[in-house]
């Protein structure tokens, strides 16, 4: 079935430290991807995306994430969290030639940052 | 520019009420998207639409309908209300132009509680 996995349901980290958070898919052919946060009682902002080329893709805030075709991964990382990074981080996948609103989300991580 | 803004921001409902919840896209947007939040199922796609049309539907009974009007502005309505339609909805627009070209944008959703 097709399906969108975040495996870490929360993950802590201290300030400073550096942070990846893991998402795996599975789809016949490789889906656009995209990383999304969401801040206690807000809506969700774009953090990066991936539809083809460069397999490292940077992003707002900081963020960059990898793609890897072997894995079936696209894997968030930060070199160091910030407090302000505190919130819950959602993989999502739009299947290969569908449409940018229909996006299916993984259950997301919450990161929580210790000072 | 305004973002997306989505009325009421809270709502309280009881079961076997119907409830009708309003988005307006960033201007210049054609397509809208709907998404429920809950604790348990996470985040799913209810529908999308473009230029007054119905592109996309999720998986959720007949009781989840929505519509968009001439300007963008969408609606989405719940009959029927049942205590597992708690959740946060939230909105999204896009200008339609296809995935690899544009950027979701998402609203602060609205909040239901059925009792």
């Known amino acids: 079935a097709q399906s969108v996995t975040q495996p870490d349901i929360h993950i802590t980290v201290s300030e400073g430290a550096s942070l990846e958070l893991r998402c795996n898919y599975s789809?016949?052919?490789?889906?656009?991807l995209f990383w999304y946060v969401q801040s206690p009682g807000q809506g969700l902002q774009l953090l990066l995306k991936?539809?083809?080329?460069?397999?490292l893709v940077q992003g707002i805030k900081g963020f960059e994430a990898e793609f890897k075709r072997s894995q079936s991964s696209f894997n968030l990382r930060k070199p160091s969290v910030h407090w302000s990074d505190a919130a819950e981080y959602f993989c999502?996948?739009?299947?290969?030639?569908?449409?940018?609103?229909?996006?299916?989300f993984g259950k997301g991580t919450k990161l929580s940052v210790k000072p | 520019k305004a973002g997306v803004t989505q009325t009421p921001r809270y709502l309280i409902k009881t079961r076997g009420q119907q409830v009708t919840l309003s988005c307006s896209p960033i201007?210049?947007?054609?397509?809208v998207s709907w998404y429920q939040q809950t604790p348990g199922q996470g985040l799913q796609f209810l529908f999308e639409?473009?230029?007054?049309?119905?592109?996309n539907k999720g998986n959720f009974p007949g009781r989840f309908s929505g519509r968009q009007f001439s300007n963008s502005r969408s609606e989405m309505n719940v009959s029927t209300l049942e205590l597992g339609d708690s959740a946060l909805y939230l909105c999204?627009?896009?200008?339609?132009?296809?995935?690899?070209?544009?950027?979701?944008?998402f609203g602060s959703g609205t909040q239901l509680s059925v009792l």
């Open positions: 999204a627009s896009s200008l339609g132009q296809g995935v690899a070209n544009e950027k979701l944008f």
């Open positions: 789809y016949g052919a490789t889906p656009y």
């Open positions: 991936y539809f083809s080329g460069d397999t």
């Open positions: 999502a996948v739009v299947p290969y030639g569908g449409s940018q609103g229909n996006l299916i």
């Open positions: 201007s210049g947007h054609r397509s």
């Open positions: 639409y473009f230029s007054e049309t119905q592109r």
